[in-house]
């Protein structure tokens, strides 16, 4: 089946210990998104790419790096984590049509806990 | 962006009970909404979308939109202990990566 998958599943990482997670699609769209979702709280968009343009929110710390090496694979850096950095991290992909009912399609998010 | 505003809950229902899950929000300039089901340690599923005002039902499932008071519902029939989950409602303002979302409704059907 086409999809969006993450790995891992649960991260767990030490307090400034650079940390990456991974996201690969199958669907061959041409975005691929970044959200972080805190417990009880609306996802928060971070990033987004269409195609190789990397498109920042302008509230993304700058602890928070990007990397899509290819139309599959997308990758978030964290740098430094800290305790605030804690959350469920959700990929997601969409065809990229531009329109404002586009859908999503996310993968099953990675857990980053930090220590 | 203006924000979607949104009950979190938890909501606790029998089976079979008529769920009512409610949105409110500001920015009246954009007139795309959608509904994601998010259960438990998985990404966001798009349930339904609507556009501008009225209602549009898929099966057990109603997505209704008030222009005039911002106000946007989905209603769930006949609720299965399988509807638990955490609803997020969505507004569209302007494209994908414009997708304004609430922070959900922590649904649960008991049996």
């Known amino acids: 089946d086409a999809m969006v998958i993450q790995n891992p599943r649960y991260q767990v990482t030490q307090f400034g210990k650079p940390v990456t997670l991974s996201c690969s699609q199958t669907?061959?769209?041409?975005?691929m998104y970044w959200y972080q979702q805190k417990s009880s709280q609306a996802p928060k968009l971070l990033f987004h790419y269409y195609d190789k343009d990397f498109n920042n929110e302008a509230d993304t710390p700058d602890n928070f790096q990007s990397r899509r090496p290819n139309t599959s694979f997308c990758f978030l850096d964290i740098r430094s984590p800290g305790l605030g950095d804690a959350a469920m991290y959700l990929c997601?992909?969409?065809?990229?049509?531009?329109?404002?009912?586009?859908?999503?399609?996310f993968g099953s998010g990675t857990q980053l806990s930090v220590l | 962006q203006k924000e979607v505003e949104q009950d979190p809950g938890p909501l606790s229902v029998p089976e079979g009970a008529i769920v009512s899950l409610n949105c409110t929000y500001s920015?009246?300039?954009?007139?795309?909404f959608m509904w994601y089901r998010q259960y438990s340690r998985k990404g966001p599923e798009l349930l339904m979308y609507?556009?501008?005002?009225g209602n549009k039902e898929d099966g057990r499932f109603t997505a209704q939109v008030d222009k005039s008071s911002k106000y946007i519902s989905l209603f769930i029939r006949d609720s299965q202990p399988s509807d638990s989950a955490t609803y997020l409602c969505?507004?569209?303002?302007?494209?994908?990566?414009?997708?304004?979302f609430g922070k959900g409704t922590k649904l649960t059907v008991n049996p």
């Open positions: 920015n009246s300039a954009f007139q795309y």
């Open positions: 969505a507004q569209s303002q302007g494209g994908s990566e414009k997708l304004v």
């Open positions: 997601a992909t969409s065809r990229g049509t531009g329109g404002p009912d586009e859908k999503l399609f």
């Open positions: 609507t556009y501008s005002s």
């Open positions: 669907l061959n769209h041409n975005v």
